[in-house]
């Protein structure tokens, strides 16, 4: 979605509230260059077919916006950017993009080391220009 200068967005959610049901997600949300800014909003659903899935040594990873990993998701994005969903086997590693100067990570479950030191799920891990970005998964199966 592509709010530009008119979507007014709001989640629906009245049945699972009434009954108590879960809801399991991430919503991340990118501020629109400034020359963007005023442009139509519009909406476009990509298919699970629209995103590569990328595996190697115990990596699994879903391009959903953006280049990484030598592929390109077709959801279309105004700014250099990449979004991946990455499972993370037990001793597995992965690379953040190095050609990009902001990059974080969001842990969902279990536990990776990052120079050296262990976080826990339920952190934003935030990689600074000109730093390796690697990520090693410690005990259990990432999400």
């Not at 993370?88 to 990052?114: C, F, H, I, N, W």
């Not at 262990?118 to 410690?138: C, D, I, N, T, W």
């Amino acid at each position: 979605m592509t709010a530009g200068r008119g979507i007014t967005h709001s989640e629906r959610f009245e049945k699972a509230r009434a009954q108590g049901d879960s809801l399991h997600g991430i919503q991340a949300w990118v501020a629109l260059p400034n020359a963007a800014e005023e442009s139509e909003p519009s909406f476009a659903h990509h298919g699970i077919e629209d995103l590569p899935t990328y595996e190697s040594g115990g990596l699994w990873a879903r391009l959903v916006a953006g280049e990484a990993l030598r592929r390109q998701s077709q959801v279309k994005t105004h700014s250099p950017l990449f979004y991946v969903h990455w499972r993370l086997a037990t001793g597995a590693d992965a690379q953040m993009p190095a050609e990009y100067s902001e990059r974080a990570a969001y842990l969902v479950s279990g536990a990776v080391e990052v120079e050296g030191r262990v976080y826990e799920a339920g952190h934003m891990l935030v990689f600074r220009g000109g730093r390796s970005g690697h990520v090693h998964r410690e005990g259990g199966m990432q999400r």
